[in-house]
């Protein structure tokens, strides 16, 4: 679904602070709006008249059936007006729409266009001018002189805040080929199997191996922590912010916010259980989902409907085994590489093949980086990944009325314990498993295909009907 070699995918590429609800219905649509910006300023430099101008959205499959549930509309708004998911405010962008309704006009140096949400944003089906989509999540960006187009994209928002323009020749996707255009690192790999042969071979920490490639690709080791520890701190400001607050969260379905008062319940040791339970992934996972839902700031790991679980591993193991910072930068670096084999050989997109491209990668990229930061051999890390993706397998996404609160919140908080007895198991055996994680891959890739489209971010099958 990606030809791109997964050692060009680095750790900034799967873990981006973004915005809430939703990756692929919310950040990627947000930069698709800013691209088709930047594209339509270059057009208009060369126009000789700008006047009687228009913008028109058209949001196809998954983001039209479910995209307003995913403030897929708002999104595409702030884009427009040229903010981005990671620098600009959350009130800032929520408050785009509203005043594009109330003063429909953007502008574009120094021209101005017509574009009023309720009416220029146009909710499509599942054709793309009578032919099936290139990807569940289309979207076609118009700039309209009067009666003529000027401007046109088609972009295609791929999960995880990724997106994807297609050729305007060729009607496909453009993305890198593998060849091309690829940067040379000293250590390739484009397959787990590759990967752990490449540690052993070298005699090199899996970290390590990271850091010597995105050094290959431009980012020296200092600039790529300091990156990761902006992460970091992102996820703890996320948990910080979902532990202390509380309320129903937005979108008509009322669902109440849970993680603080599940928290402090914990901290007076009053929360029900098994004997050795110990809530506090769970309630890290659904504080951090909870502030998705109501459209914080979060970071997508790799997504946004499932940007919980690691936050509330890491945070986990933080504290339970006294991780150095540097530490947990190394984990997230092992974890991208789960991610980015996702990535290349199945999908991140439930709207692609379900849920378990997302909070199945998730655990998976987890319960590698946990492995990594507790000692785990490589052998042990792959096995890991793999038991955390195995146990996903066939996870269909199907949110209540397309937004990502049920059963989205919850299934983070079940990840995060999984990822953590994925870890437990691979560290107690040999690293020697069955199943591949290659072989896993494959398994999901030809699942999320064989799913049936309701199952995947549409909101016509499943739970969603509940």
């Not at 701190?233 to 910080?240: E, G, L, N, S, V």
């Not at 314990?417 to 591949?436: E, F, I, M, R, Y």
Request: proline share 6%; hydrophobic share 40%.
């Amino acid at each position: 679904m990606n030809p791109t070699r997964a050692d060009q995918i680095g750790p900034l590429d799967m873990f981006k602070i973004g915005i809430g609800p939703s990756s692929s219905h919310t950040v990627g649509p947000m930069v698709a709006a800013l691209e088709f910006r930047k594209f339509a300023l270059s057009k208009l430099a060369d126009s000789k008249s700008t006047a009687n101008l228009t913008l028109k959205v058209e949001l196809f499959g998954s983001l039209s059936a479910t995209g307003r549930g995913h403030a897929t509309d708002g999104a595409v708004c702030a884009g427009l007006i040229g903010l981005h998911p990671k620098s600009a405010e959350p009130a800032e962008i929520w408050s785009a729409m509203p005043d594009l309704e109330k003063n429909p006009s953007v502008e574009l140096g120094n021209s101005t266009a017509h574009f009023k949400p309720s009416e220029d944003i146009i909710w499509e089906g599942w054709l793309l001018d009578d032919g099936p989509l290139p990807h569940p999540n289309t979207i076609r960006f118009r700039l309209w002189q009067a009666t003529e187009i000027i401007a046109e994209e088609i972009i295609l928002s791929v999960g995880g805040g990724f997106v994807e323009p297609i050729d305007p020749n060729t009607g496909l996707r453009r993305v890198p080929q593998a060849g091309d255009a690829q940067k040379l690192v000293p250590y390739p790999f484009d397959s787990a199997a590759e990967f752990v042969e490449q540690c052993n071979k070298n005699s090199i920490a899996p970290w390590q191996l990271v850091i010597a490639n995105e050094a290959a690709k431009g980012m020296n080791e200092a600039e790529l922590r300091k990156n990761l520890s902006d992460i970091l701190r992102t996820f703890d400001q996320c948990i910080a912010a979902g532990l202390s607050t509380d309320g129903i969260l937005p979108g008509g379905l009322n669902v109440r916010r849970r993680a603080k008062a599940l928290w402090e319940q914990m901290k007076a040791g009053k929360t029900p259980g098994w004997g050795g339970s110990d809530l506090r992934p769970s309630v890290f996972a659904m504080a951090v989902n909870e502030e998705n839902a109501a459209g914080g700031r979060v970071v997508t790991a790799p997504t946004n409907g499932s940007s919980g679980l690691i936050p509330a591993v890491w945070r986990t193991l933080q504290e339970t085994n006294n991780l150095s910072e540097e530490m947990l930068q190394n984990g997230l670096m092992v974890a991208s590489v789960v991610g980015a084999l996702v990535k290349t050989h199945a999908s991140i997109s439930g709207a692609e093949v379900g849920c378990q491209g997302e909070v199945g990668t998730s655990c998976a990229m987890a319960a590698a980086g946990a492995t990594a930061m507790l000692g785990g051999t490589p052998s042990q890390i792959e096995n890991a990944a793999e038991i955390g993706i195995e146990h996903h397998l066939g996870m269909t996404c199907d949110p209540i009325m397309g937004l990502v609160q049920v059963p989205c919140i919850e299934r983070n908080a079940m990840g995060a314990v999984k990822a953590l007895n994925a870890t437990s198991l691979s560290l107690a055996s040999d690293g020697q498993h069955l199943v591949s994680l290659d072989r896993a891959l494959e398994v999901m890739k030809q699942t999320g295909l064989d799913m049936n489209q309701k199952y995947k971010e549409t909101a016509t099958g499943g739970l969603a009907l509940g």
